[in-house]
Structures are given as structure tokens and as C-alpha cells.
């Protein structure tokens, strides 16, 4: 006979809310100060620092918070990168079809020159052969 299985879940009493937002407001600021100080070039060691001391957070929470928000600024690098690449490959890919359509354009009107001429020389021949006539 099969073992059975309880799961217990933890319910948040109503009167928690406003305490689980205002932690969620004091990780979203964390994050968009940790975001900064990755972009400005900050060590990890020298980021939990200035968590710690302005969030009011233990080692455990800006480490956290710093891994996160590096892993998104890392993936967004490689995403931009992979971008232009594509975006590169595209242009290339319209330049070269632009030149072919401007030799299909030059072809064109060399065709069309041609015919012109041919049509006028005809029209020049049957004139002379009048003339001849006359």
C-alpha cells in the first residue's frame, strides 16, 4: 500500500499585507540601487556593503539581491549583443538585395534604350526608304 502525502501551506493573515508590500517596495528600491551600482562598475563585495547600509538588509538579502540583478544585467548584455549581430546580418541581407535590384533597374533601362533605338532606326530606315521612293 502507497504511502500517503500531506502538504501544509502557510497562510498570510489579511493584516500582514501591508508588511509584505512594504518589503516588496524595500526589495524593488534594493534592486534598482544594485542595478546602478553594477552599471557603474561596483565590486559584489562593495555593493552588499552599500545594501547593507542603506536598505537596512543582512549580508544574506544583498547577496541575494546583487547575484539577481547581475544575472539580468548579464543577460540583457548578451541579448543586446545577439541582437545587433541579427540586426547586422539583416542589413547586410537588404544591402545585397538592394544592389541587385539596382542592377535589375540599370539592366532595364539598358533593355529599353536598346529597343528605343531599335525603334527609331526602323523608323529612320522606313523614312529613308520613302525618300528613296519619292
Given at each position: 500500500?502507497?504511502?500517503s502525502t500531506k502538504?501544509?501551506?502557510?497562510?498570510i493573515e489579511f493584516w500582514h499585507w501591508g508588511e509584505l508590500?512594504?518589503?516588496?517596495?524595500?526589495v524593488d528600491s534594493a534592486r534598482h540601487y544594485a542595478r546602478e551600482l553594477i552599471l557603474k562598475g561596483k565590486s559584489k563585495l562593495e555593493c552588499n556593503k552599500e545594501l547593507q547600509a542603506k536598505f537596512n538588509v543582512n549580508k544574506r538579502w544583498a547577496s541575494s539581491i546583487y547575484t539577481e540583478v547581475q544575472g539580468i544585467?548579464?543577460?540583457i548584455d548578451k541579448n543586446r549583443a545577439n541582437h545587433i549581430k541579427v540586426l547586422e546580418g539583416q542589413i547586410q541581407s537588404i544591402k545585397s538585395d538592394i544592389r541587385k535590384r539596382e542592377k535589375q533597374i540599370k539592366d532595364f533601362a539598358?533593355?529599353?534604350n536598346k529597343e528605343k533605338?531599335?525603334?527609331s532606326k526602323k523608323g529612320f530606315s522606313a523614312i529613308k526608304i520613302k525618300i528613296k521612293k519619292v
Amino acid at each position: 500500500m502507497a504511502e500517503s502525502t500531506k502538504t501544509y501551506t502557510a497562510q498570510i493573515e489579511f493584516w500582514h499585507w501591508g508588511e509584505l508590500f512594504a518589503l516588496s517596495n524595500l526589495v524593488d528600491s534594493a534592486r534598482h540601487y544594485a542595478r546602478e551600482l553594477i552599471l557603474k562598475g561596483k565590486s559584489k563585495l562593495e555593493c552588499n556593503k552599500e545594501l547593507q547600509a542603506k536598505f537596512n538588509v543582512n549580508k544574506r538579502w544583498a547577496s541575494s539581491i546583487y547575484t539577481e540583478v547581475q544575472g539580468i544585467v548579464s543577460n540583457i548584455d548578451k541579448n543586446r549583443a545577439n541582437h545587433i549581430k541579427v540586426l547586422e546580418g539583416q542589413i547586410q541581407s537588404i544591402k545585397s538585395d538592394i544592389r541587385k535590384r539596382e542592377k535589375q533597374i540599370k539592366d532595364f533601362a539598358k533593355q529599353e534604350n536598346k529597343e528605343k533605338y531599335s525603334r527609331s532606326k526602323k523608323g529612320f530606315s522606313a523614312i529613308k526608304i520613302k525618300i528613296k521612293k519619292v
